[in-house]
């Protein structure tokens, strides 16, 4: 029998309390149907679904958001790695991070992750059940719930959302392209060879920037993918551009092709290495944010890292 489809349905909660409701409604409603519990959260909210479901809280995963976050786009491997451990078991899974302390480049990246979960997860066997704080949440941070979930749990369940946005048109208008500021550092790169110096770049003016050795060896390794991406894949020119932008350091690929136009490019890990999209897949979960996009100039990539 094929797998119903999957749900994605926010939660606006307004206490503590009315998320113990309302969250734990729902594991137990899953449970109940021999579906695997999974939930990433804040560990306030963890230890609060674990009051209100008792012993049913042993048949949960629990996984606390900062690790399952780490960076955000791992959460979908979290969610993968779950979901092969019972191939064939439907899972129930709440999934919420804190994202007032966010950088406005994670929001837009968090803003693309709720989007693609409606088309990359479309045919997995899971519901996801997505909270959100209303008695503390900003407007714009409750908007990414109401335009990037197909339903809203109500007190009796779930309930269409009116304000759900189409998927692929929203990743779309979240392609956004910023050119690098004058004044950015810039390397062109034409060969391996020029790769190679990109590197030791990157390594110098990441420690420069107050970079931790292993974040800027993580960068070095994600500009080194894409960079080689863009001389086999893409046009020339190729540059690298590395500036300051609010709180996060970026890394700026640029080439004069004309892809990856498909913005789901990279979301999930590929099958092997040498599959289109590893470098993009490998560069979400190895910085902060990654921005995707096209103009008539080319393509553009911007790997932040939180300094």
């Known amino acids: 029998m094929s797998p119903s489809p999957a749900t994605h349905t926010s939660l606006f909660y307004g206490d503590a309390q009315q998320y113990a409701?309302?969250?734990?409604?729902?594991?137990?409603?899953?449970?109940g149907k021999g579906h695997r519990g999974l939930v990433m959260a804040p560990p306030r909210r963890v230890?609060?679904?674990?009051?209100?479901?008792?012993?049913?809280?042993?048949?949960?995963?629990?996984?606390?958001d900062t690790v399952a976050y780490a960076p955000q786009w791992n959460a979908y491997?979290?969610?993968?790695d779950f979901a092969a451990d019972a191939p064939g078991v439907r899972s129930s899974v709440i999934a919420e991070q804190t994202l007032v302390e966010r950088t406005p480049a994670e929001l837009l990246d968090y803003r693309r992750l709720e989007a693609a979960v409606n088309v990359?997860?479309?045919?997995?066997?899971?519901?996801?059940?997505c909270p959100y704080d209303a008695g503390s949440l900003p407007p714009h941070l409750l908007e990414i719930g109401w335009?990037?979930?197909?339903?809203?749990?109500?007190?009796?369940?779930?309930?269409?959302?009116?304000?759900?946005?189409?998927?692929?048109?929203?990743?779309a208008d979240l392609a956004r392209v910023v050119p690098p500021p004058p004044g950015a550092i810039t390397l062109d790169c034409a060969s391996r060879a020029d790769v190679a110096a990109a590197r030791r770049l990157v390594h110098a003016r990441g420690t420069a920037?107050?970079?931790?050795?292993?974040?800027?060896?993580?960068?070095?390794?994600?500009?080194?993918?894409?960079?080689?991406?863009?001389?086999?894949?893409?046009?020339?020119?190729?540059?690298?551009?590395?500036?300051?932008?609010?709180a996060t350091w970026v890394c700026h690929v640029h080439d004069g092709?004309?892809?990856?136009?498909?913005?789901?490019?990279?979301?999930?890990?590929?099958?092997?290495?040498?599959?289109?999209?590893?470098?993009?897949?490998?560069?979400?979960?190895?910085?902060t944010a990654v921005d995707v996009g096209n103009d008539r100039s080319g393509t553009h990539v911007r790997l932040h890292t939180r300094r």
């Open 120 to 129: 990359v997860f479309a045919e997995h066997d899971v519901d996801l059940l």
């Open 147 to 171: 335009r990037t979930h197909g339903a809203v749990r109500a007190m009796d369940g779930p309930e269409p959302n009116a304000s759900f946005d189409d998927p692929r048109d929203l990743l």
């Open 257 to 287: 092709g004309r892809g990856p136009l498909d913005p789901l490019t990279g979301v999930l890990p590929p099958a092997e290495p040498s599959d289109h999209g590893y470098g993009l897949w490998l560069a979400r979960q190895l910085c």
């Open 77 to 80: 491997r979290v969610l993968i």
């Open 21 to 31: 409701a309302g969250a734990g409604a729902f594991l137990r409603e899953g449970l």
């Open 47 to 64: 230890d609060a679904l674990r009051a209100v479901l008792g012993r049913d809280a042993d048949e949960v995963r629990f996984v606390e």
């Open 209 to 246: 920037a107050g970079l931790d050795s292993t974040v800027v060896d993580d960068v070095a390794l994600a500009v080194t993918e894409v960079l080689t991406n863009a001389l086999l894949h893409g046009a020339p020119p190729v540059r690298l551009h590395m500036y300051d932008e609010g």
